[in-house]
């Protein structure tokens, strides 16, 4: 009987992996940009962009690995080398893996086996990169390259590199030929950064950001995340998102995918809200809105125009994501350089 079960769930996943092959084999390239260059294990940052097929099964993990890196800790700006480590790994097959797309088993106690479920995988897998960075951190190596290498070598790597040490492939065969003198035969990847990275390619700052900016002409935020004292009625606040001063009637851009849905109340005036999986964005205080509930946004699509609705001093958008229906800074996802900050 447990055997039946088990033949027909196998049937109804790979059937499902399927459904979704075909419903996504037509669509673009899902674009995501993020820092990789050796200095982003610190502040300075460079970009790229993940450029997985859109016929990967990877995809369907995506919102699982946000989740799971916020609930943990670890910089958004990471979720495209996360998910160019799923796609090298497995490409998100969960059959072919037995639920461990992120290949994580062995960081555990070294064996197979240990975990079957994808969202086990992801757990185990951001909790194993982030050990990295932070053995990477007390080594003063500052090169993401490193770490995405010791994602497969394992730590034993970043300690052969040694203290300030930079990857290379020379390095990287160095360290799989010593193990291989110590019986270790077939160790490891020796091209695995280059096949991870095969998934990221570089972009120029110009289109840096996670998410599209949703306002040309490099605007003013006035207000970021976090506490302040409320414009309108001078009590202290905490601030859930950012505001751009801009001039009524400037175009608005959609940030990222979603379905709309178009609201007006009292607090945010005319609001547009996007919503795709667990996270919503909210556009508020508009003077108009271009879409209509239901419709699907992509990003880049002009969705609204700047007001002064709602509580509102003067025109300006409040954009705001919220994750599961909490509260996230989206200063991480945006280019800085596409705005001044003011605060």
């Given amino acids: 009987m447990k055997a ?40 300075s940052l460079g970009e790229y962009i993940l450029t997985i097929p859109s016929t990967s099964l990877a995809h369907l993990y995506m919102a699982d690995m946000q989740r799971e890196m916020i609930s943990q800790g670890l ?6 080398i996360m ?14 893996t037995g639920g461990d797309i992120m290949q994580a088993s062995e960081s555990i106690d070294g064996k197979t086996g240990n975990i079957i479920s994808t969202i086990h995988s992801i ?9 990295l960075l932070e053995r990477a951190k007390e080594l003063d190596i500052n090169d993401i390259k490193a770490v995405v290498q010791s994602y497969n070598y394992g730590p034993g790597f970043l300690d052969y590199l040694g203290e300030g040490g930079v990857f ?29 990275f095969r998934y990221l390619s570089r972009s120029s700052a110009d289109n840096g950001g996670l998410f599209v900016f949703p306002l040309e002409g490099r605007p003013f935020c006035s207000y970021g995340f976090g506490g302040r004292t ?14 751009f001063l801009v001039a009524e009637g400037t175009p608005v851009l959609a940030s990222y995918y979603g379905k709309a849905e178009v609201v007006n109340n009292e607090s945010m005036g005319l609001c547009v809200i ?33 007001g002064n609705t709602g509580y509102s001093t003067e025109p300006h958008l409040h954009i705001q994501m919220n994750i599961d229906g909490t509260p996230i800074n989206l200063e991480g996802y945006f280019n800085p350089n596409d705005y001044v900050k003011g605060y």
């Fill in 123 to 131: 757990n185990q897998g951001i909790k194993y990169f982030t050990s």
């Fill in 83 to 96: 998910m160019a480590i799923i796609e090298q790994e497995s490409g998100g097959n969960a059959v072919a």
């Fill in 168 to 196: 290379t492939k020379e390095l990287a065969q160095g360290f799989r030929d010593k193990m291989a003198s110590q019986g270790w035969a077939g160790y490891g990847d020796s091209n695995y950064v280059a096949n991870v």
């Fill in 230 to 243: 409320h414009p309108l009625f001078g009590t202290k606040d905490f601030h859930n998102g950012m505001d």
């Fill in 75 to 80: 910089a958004i700006e990471y979720l495209p």
């Fill in 4 to 43: 039946r079960i088990g033949v027909v769930l196998l049937v109804l996943l790979l059937l499902f992996s399927f459904v979704f092959l075909v419903a996504v084999s037509s669509a673009e390239e899902i674009l995501f940009t993020s820092s990789t260059t050796p200095s982003s294990l610190d502040a």
């Fill in 274 to 306: 996007t919503r795709y999986e667990n996270m919503d964005l909210y556009y508020m205080h508009l003077s108009k809105s271009f879409v209509k509930d239901g419709e699907e946004v992509l990003p880049g699509m002009t969705i609204g125009l700047v």
